[in-house]
């Protein structure tokens, strides 16, 4: 029976958002019937060491990541290449294409079998202007069967720079699972959240989710009112130095910021979303993040910057508001806005978040959608 491999540089338990699609996605083509098998790397294993697991169908191979680029390249494509001739597989799918796209579209080339590359956002941001990313960039691209894109804006990018056709797949949240919670004034208490509105940003907080922005705009806004700043998803370790610095030069409001460790316990990411009285993404560029699914689908007011994927989850004042870029200045006079709109507004634009999510951010569609994908890439190799 035909199947799909999958190779990634990260795959749950590790954190952020190219773990949390990977696993998703694969866990969707397995309960379609795939057989599938998921190679990622592991930061939990020694570098060369080659693990297996399996949970919800999907068949987990980590990889302990050599010490440098040129070798995770190898390891993963050598692994990769074991893995199609041992289990007789006719499809293989990168995740992030300057990595996983690239190994991908090279195992496919030596098998000759089919190849699906999906661009995730900041592959493409980043890939076009590093110059010992862009051959890889290009390679995958040029070279899958099918070649896709999370946000509308990265597919029309990647189409008309690559001259060739991108397909627009989207995120997904399950939205039976994450949906309102009632505040929880036991967690506020624990977390040390008083008087005053919460601004909530979940996720890893680096420069390209306008770390430098965010942290500044909260102390203006600390300065004007009991506000607390709910960080929820730590900080990437070349971020540290930046809020060391944050934590100088703005004491008074660097006290009255939470860090809560990355987790994937969705029951408290529910009841954490459901302390937040507005949720800020003010990213530099964006894929489509699952942070800012899910805070729709648990009905949050949110304010994004007008990038990337954004730019389809937000109808600015309807299920949320849209900043540009270049107001990024304007940040703490925004955050305001939205914490004075009054209560029925802010419920109505909640409310319009998470209908907005249903309708269109549903996993079955995404699953649908990729099963057309392999479909077609499987037709066309063929």
């Known amino acids: 029976?035909?199947?799909?491999?999958?190779?990634?540089?990260?795959?749950?338990?590790?954190?952020?958002?190219?773990?949390?699609?990977?696993?998703?996605?694969?866990?969707?083509a397995a309960q379609r019937g795939e057989i599938v098998h998921l190679l990622c790397l592991s930061r939990d294993a020694a570098p060369g060491m080659r693990g297996r697991r399996e949970e919800s169908g999907v068949i987990t191979h980590p990889l302990g990541p050599p010490h440098t680029e040129?070798?995770?390249?190898?390891?993963?494509?050598?692994?990769?290449?074991?893995?199609?001739?041992?289990?007789?597989?006719?499809?293989?799918?990168?995740?992030?294409?300057?990595?996983?796209?690239?190994?991908?579209?090279?195992?496919?080339?030596?098998?000759?079998?089919?190849?699906v590359v999906s661009i995730r956002g900041n592959d493409l941001d980043r890939g076009?202007?590093?110059?010992?990313?862009?051959?890889?960039?290009?390679?995958?691209?040029?070279?899958?069967?099918?070649?896709?894109?999370?946000?509308?804006?990265?597919?029309?990018?990647?189409?008309?720079v690559?001259?060739?056709?991108?397909?627009?797949?989207?995120?997904?949240?399950?939205?039976?699972?994450?949906?309102?919670?009632?505040?929880?004034?036991?967690?506020?208490?624990?977390?040390?959240?008083?008087?005053?509105?919460?601004?909530?940003?979940?996720?890893?907080?680096?420069?390209?989710?306008?770390?430098?922005?965010?942290?500044?705009?909260?102390?203006?806004?600390?300065?004007?009112?009991?506000?607390?700043?709910?960080?929820?998803?730590g900080l990437r370790?070349?971020?540290?130095?930046?809020?060391?610095?944050?934590?100088?030069?703005?004491?008074?409001?660097?006290?009255r910021v939470r860090l809560v460790e990355h987790g994937r316990d969705v029951e408290r990411l529910r009841r954490l979303y459901g302390l937040c009285d507005l949720l800020v993404f003010p990213s530099l560029f964006e894929g489509t993040p699952n942070a800012m699914l899910e805070a729709m689908a648990c009905e949050r007011l949110v304010l994004g910057t007008a990038v990337g994927g954004h730019l389809e989850l937000i109808e600015h004042g309807e299920s949320g508001a849209l900043l540009p870029l270049d107001a990024l200045d304007r940040l703490p006079?925004?955050?305001?806005?939205?914490?004075?709109?009054?209560?029925e507004r802010r419920a109505a634009m909640g409310a319009a978040a998470r209908a907005r999510v249903l309708a269109h951010h549903d996993e079955a569609l995404e699953s649908a959608a990729y099963g057309e994908i392999y479909a077609r890439a499987r037709s066309s190799a063929s």
């Not at 290449?81 to 690239?102: C, I, P, S």
């Not at 590093?130 to 029309?156: C, I, K, M, Q």
């Not at 006079?333 to 209560?343: H, K, R, S, T, V």
Request: net charge negative; aromatic share 6%; no cysteine.
């Open 70 to 115: 040129e070798r995770r390249l190898m390891a993963l494509a050598d692994h990769a290449r074991e893995l199609v001739a041992t289990y007789d597989l006719d499809l293989v799918h990168g995740m992030y294409a300057t990595r996983g796209g690239y190994v991908a579209t090279l195992v496919g080339a030596l098998h000759g079998i089919a190849s």
């Open 162 to 233: 690559f001259r060739r056709e991108v397909v627009h797949v989207t995120n997904s949240v399950d939205a039976l699972r994450f949906y309102p919670e009632r505040r929880d004034n036991t967690l506020a208490a624990a977390l040390g959240l008083g008087e005053g509105p919460v601004l909530g940003f979940f996720g890893e907080l680096r420069e390209k989710k306008g770390m430098r922005f965010l942290l500044p705009a909260f102390a203006m806004l600390a300065r004007e009112r009991p506000a607390h700043l709910l960080l929820v998803g």
């Open 1 to 28: 029976m035909p199947g799909v491999l999958m190779i990634s540089e990260r795959a749950l338990p590790s954190r952020g958002g190219l773990a949390v699609a990977t696993s998703r996605i694969a866990r969707q």
């Open 333 to 343: 006079e925004a955050i305001a806005e939205m914490l004075d709109l009054p209560p």
């Open 237 to 255: 370790d070349d971020a540290r130095d930046a809020y060391a610095e944050f934590e100088r030069v703005a004491p008074e409001a660097a006290a």
């Open 128 to 160: 076009l202007y590093r110059h010992e990313e862009l051959p890889l960039l290009t390679h995958a691209l040029r070279e899958a069967t099918v070649a896709t894109a999370v946000s509308r804006v990265a597919a029309e990018a990647a189409s008309a």
